[in-house]
């Protein structure tokens, strides 16, 4: 595929055109179906299955092997968390096609991505796919009538571990860290591939977890028509409901699925699904001044009154939950991809080491998919993150952990790791720690919706 590219950029079934439809650099003019991949909304998971599937066909026809199959980087594994060898290797006389030199410093001496950068347990914890308007937690995206149209909440897969891994391998300048560049590295579609399987390891957790529903708000994620091209090089298009069986629609399973039984739901959680959030009284309070985050930890204080801090607490511990509690991190601003990440907790107590296996951590924030129109040149980002913490506040609560003092909340840069290092690597130092890249956070927010 890159050597037809080398032919006729203008090849549809050669590797750049291929890398374009997801996005392509601005100072190319765009061909058909360039620039079409989905962030930030209920589209990210369907588009990007429908774009492997077209992907993977024509790489299957090129290799002549009607076996061919895309593998994925299963990178919450234990010792998986530098990309494979196979993709950074150089190659000598000839040029090994899975090398690219534009990666995050360290990324091609084998650094590890920081443990915290690769979990998906705050994605797996939720069980609804859509956010439902006016809302911003969701593990597959808010919902949007048409693609492009505005941008609706990040979901929780995308947002973690996929924007973090994104930018982490492509650091400050290198492809995976832009939408206009990413699928140009190979280890793009390995990341992908492993995307798509989370999802169906998402499914298997039943408890409710399903696809967006038939409301006349998520109605395009099954109607809408994407246009791919076949190995032909013809366009071809596809739909949310061609792509949701991928034994029977796409004839692909992966190789930890579970057996095809179907899930069954019971009364109690059908019956907690019913309640009605918004009955609950809202809750707010905020941060007074924006923070700096930098090399080292910074804590904020999120300002409410003792009985609101109080009445979270009580919220969070009631049987049925009537509303989620979302920490929101609002005009995160900053110059270009810091090629770091920073990991949130929430009231870390003072002195102790951050772990991000502890109660007090939310999630990582991360630069992916920022920018208006994803370009590294744009405008300088902002961007809001919306972590749900509900849970957060139910075990501190049992602990007797949860004062009616304001929430601290606590940021902590992880960057990559060098491979071989001594003792344990999640302590190490950062390969591209320094020099401190300057993000600011305008304003902490925790309230409920
Ligand atoms: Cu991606």
Request: hydrophobic share 35%; net charge neutral; with cysteine.
């Amino acid at each position: 595929m890159q050597r037809r590219s080398r032919v006729d950029v203008r090849d549809p079934t050669g590797w750049i055109y291929q890398a374009n439809i997801h996005g392509s650099p601005r100072d190319e003019n765009p061909l058909r179906g360039w620039n079409s991949c989905q962030h930030r909304s209920f589209f990210f998971l369907s588009w990007h299955r429908m774009y492997l599937y077209r992907f993977e066909r024509i790489l299957r026809a090129a290799s002549g092997d009607p076996g061919f199959a895309l593998p994925y980087w299963n990178y919450s594994a234990t010792g998986n968390r530098a990309i494979p060898a196979s993709f950074r290797t150089p190659g000598g006389t000839s040029a090994n096609p899975l090398y690219v030199q534009e990666r995050a410093e360290g990324i091609n001496q084998g650094a590890l991505l920081p443990p915290s950068a690769v979990t998906f347990a705050s994605a797996f914890r939720l069980t609804n796919f859509t956010a439902r308007p006016g809302t911003s937690v969701s593990f597959g995206g808010g919902a949007l009538r048409q693609p492009g149209q505005g941008t609706a909440r990040t979901g929780e897969l995308e947002r973690q571990p996929h924007n973090i891994v994104h930018s982490m391998v492509g650091g400050p300048s290198g492809w995976m860290s832009y939408p206009e560049t990413a699928a140009r590295d190979p280890i793009f579609l390995l990341h992908h591939v492993n995307i798509d399987r989370l999802w169906k390891r998402w499914l298997d957790q039943g408890g409710g977890r399903g696809y967006p529903g038939r409301s006349e708000d998520e109605e395009a994620w099954w109607r809408f028509r994407f246009e791919f091209f076949d190995e032909s090089g013809s366009p071809v298009q596809m739909t949310g409901e061609e792509i949701t069986d991928t034994v029977l629609q796409l004839d692909y399973r992966y190789d930890d699925d579970p057996p095809p039984l179907p899930a069954v739901r019971f009364a109690g959680e059908i019956r907690a699904e019913a309640r009605r959030p918004e009955l609950a009284p809202s809750i707010r309070g905020a941060s007074l001044a924006p923070v700096e985050l930098g090399a080292t930890p910074v804590s904020v204080l999120v300002e409410m009154p003792p009985r609101d801090v109080a009445r979270l607490g009580t919220l969070a511990s009631a049987e049925i939950v009537e509303a989620r509690i979302v920490l929101r991190l609002e005009d995160i601003a900053f110059e270009q991809n810091p090629g770091v990440t920073y990991e949130v907790y929430l009231n870390l107590p003072e002195g102790m080491t951050p772990d991000y296996q502890s109660r007090y951590y939310v999630g990582n924030l991360g630069f992916f998919a920022a920018r208006p129109g994803g370009h590294r040149h744009g405008p300088t980002g902002t961007l809001d993150e919306a972590f749900d913490v509900t849970a957060h506040v139910r075990a501190m609560v049992e602990r007797g952990e949860w004062a009616d003092v304001p929430p601290r909340v606590t940021f902590v840069m992880r960057g990559l790791i060098p491979p071989g290092g001594p003792g344990d690597p999640s302590r190490a130092p950062a390969v591209s720690a320094l020099p401190a890249p300057r993000v600011t956070v305008g304003r902490v927010v925790i309230e409920t919706e």
